[in-house]
Nanobody, 127 residues
């Protein structure tokens, strides 16, 4: 069992930066691939970024490549999302997610692969 607790987010102006953090409880964190998803009201939840169990393999949605960075610290059970050069279209509720069944060489990118979810954090980019 893994519980995920998110922090960070809030309101930012276009071009600014925000950082999201996710702390996991439980002993399975090191076995989890981790990801950040986001969701607009009335729309499907979509993947933003993901990384494998040891953090050496990453995936980024095209819309955030070069602007967002996902990272993890397996000694602290944390996964972060650094968001730079924010745009209005980045406005959404962001969710941390964990896939406890992922193998080391895989970076899961679909919603259904993830077993555990954080509570969600609002990110609003507006001038």
């Amino acid at each position: 069992q893994v519980e995920l607790r998110q922090s960070g987010g809030g309101l930012a102006q276009p071009g600014a930066s925000l950082r999201l953090s996710c702390v996991a409880s439980g002993r399975a964190f090191n076995r989890c691939a981790m990801a950040w998803f986001r969701q607009d009201p009335g729309k499907e939840r979509t993947i933003v970024a993901a990384l494998n169990r040891n953090g050496r393999l990453t995936y980024y949605a095209d819309s955030v490549k070069g602007r967002f960075t996902i990272s993890r610290d397996n000694t602290k059970n944390t996964v972060d999302l650094q968001m730079n050069s924010l745009r209005s279209e980045d406005t959404a509720v962001y969710y941390c997610a964990g896939d406890v069944n992922a193998i080391l060489s895989n970076v899961p990118t679909t919603l259904k692969e993830y077993d555990y979810w954080g509570q969600g954090t609002q990110v609003t980019v507006s001038s």
